[in-house]
């Protein structure tokens, strides 16, 4: 059974760079029918897909969010990860890692989810 | 970037009952179209993609259908663990991969 799990600190200062990684196991990152996605929910909010990235490193971002974000990808550890610079507030926010079932280049929807991870915002 | 609109927020059902959910796409997404229930401190899981097709293990009193812009997901004889929150989400023109903003199924 595939599984998700996001790690990373849960508590980032404004202005400072948020980062986390997905761990995952019981299937292999290298898979060529999926990519391998960030959703976010702010507290009592709705669900925002930040992006996703493909094993060999290619990626689509969140229009709204491109200027901020970076997803990068290792294979050899089987992990995906997040970079969100210049956080703030708003920032707050469940942060999810999914896969992202996908035909050819064309990611479509999200079919195994990790647990989440709170990661709030605050000085 | 494509709106999804779901309607209603909140949807008051007695157990046993149907519960008929709609999303509205801003511009026609074709069937590429899925469903997702998340219930208090989980994580989302996919019941529906491709408008109307059951993912793997969800029971057939879940049903989606319509394309283009009108969706609707449909609860056949509500159980106890169905009360949850639903999304619609969008897959045809992207990024970005678009949600709409839930509708709770709550207990009446």
């Known amino acids: 059974q595939l599984q998700l799990q996001e790690s990373g600190p849960g508590l980032v200062k404004p202005s400072e760079t948020l980062s986390l990684t997905c761990t995952v196991s019981?299937?292999?990152?290298?898979?060529?029918?999926?990519?391998w996605g960030w959703i976010r929910q702010p507290p009592g909010k709705g669900l925002e897909c930040i992006g996703n990235?493909?094993?060999?490193?290619?990626?689509y971002y969140n229009p709204s969010l491109k200027s901020r974000v970076t997803i990068s990808v290792d294979t050899s550890k089987n992990q995906f990860s997040l970079k969100l610079s210049s956080v703030t507030a708003a920032d707050t926010a469940v942060y999810y890692c999914?896969?992202?079932?996908?035909?050819?280049?064309?990611?479509?929807?999200?079919?195994?989810w990790g647990q989440g991870t709170l990661v709030t915002v605050s000085s | 970037e494509i709106v999804m609109t779901q309607s209603p927020a909140t949807l008051s059902v007695s157990p046993g009952e149907r519960a008929t959910l709609s999303c509205r796409a801003s511009?026609?997404?074709?069937?590429?179209l899925a469903w997702y229930q998340q219930k208090p401190g989980q994580a989302p899981r996919l019941l529906i993609y491709?408008?109307?097709t059951r993912a793997t293990g969800i029971p057939a009193r879940f049903s989606g259908s319509g394309s283009g812009t009108e969706f609707t997901l449909t609860i056949t004889s509500l159980h106890s663990e169905d009360f949850a929150v639903y999304y619609c989400?969008?897959?045809?023109?992207?990024?970005?991969?678009?949600f709409g903003q839930g509708t709770k199924v709550e207990i009446k």
């Open positions: 491709g408008a109307s």
């Open positions: 511009q026609s997404v074709s069937s590429n």
């Open positions: 999914a896969r992202h079932r996908s035909s050819g280049w064309s990611p479509y929807y999200f079919d195994y």
């Open positions: 989400q969008q897959y045809n023109i992207w990024p970005p991969w678009t």
């Open positions: 990235i493909y094993y060999s490193g290619s990626t």
């Open positions: 019981g299937g292999s990152i290298g898979s060529s029918s999926y990519y």
